[in-house]
């Protein structure tokens, strides 16, 4: 995701700008004209999404601003069949509060600010991936917490079985593989240690098997660089 600016418009004179200022459970918005005039302004609750499209039916000509926030996917999905793709804009949150900062005088980046950023051509704008691109990406993030979840598990397991005196492991490659978790499960530490090796096999056997890996390999045509950087990292950390 890059922090490129907006592209110029050619003409701005019948443009409305909405700035929509994006939370879990409902939205604040804000249209302007291209003279800075408030022409609507209100909060949609995410119950009723069909608000959003009655929105931008109300200002034909209008261009849409909202930041990276969790779930800004839900919200482009929504918009996407009604507005050409050059008029949503996803705004890099950091990047643009920095600079509504620097000219409201620490204001908060809210709706309005968010339109006047857009009229004025002052968004950090976010690529935007295509839906499979995403979906591909989201899956990756998944993988991802998934392997740091199951190391974090193994290296505290590693902790305790090194805290304990004159304990021999078995000779093997993978401690949590067949031969080494039948080990483990017979082994007997004095408390609390014991009860604590349970606990943390448990929570072992119990994260969700990381299997993502098909799904990758069908939808990606190529293994980008990208890609290829996520699996090794991923393996250099396991």
Known sequence: MGGLMTKPTTSHNNTTFIGIDFHKRYSVFCAIDSADRVL???????????????????????????ETTMNWAWLYELLEPHLAQKDIILADAFKTRIIAESQVKNDKVDAHILARLLRAEMICEVYIPSKPAWQRKEVLHQRSFCVRQRTRVRNRIHRLLGAQHNLHLPQCRDLFGKRGLGFLDKLDLPAPAGLLLKHQLGMLRNLPPIAEDTYIAQTTPVCTLETAMHFLQQELHA
């Open 40 to 66: 609507d302004k209100g909060r949609i609750d995410h119950s009723t999404p069909e608000l959003f499209i009655h929105l931008i039916q109300r200002h034909p000509r209008c261009r849409v601003v909202f």
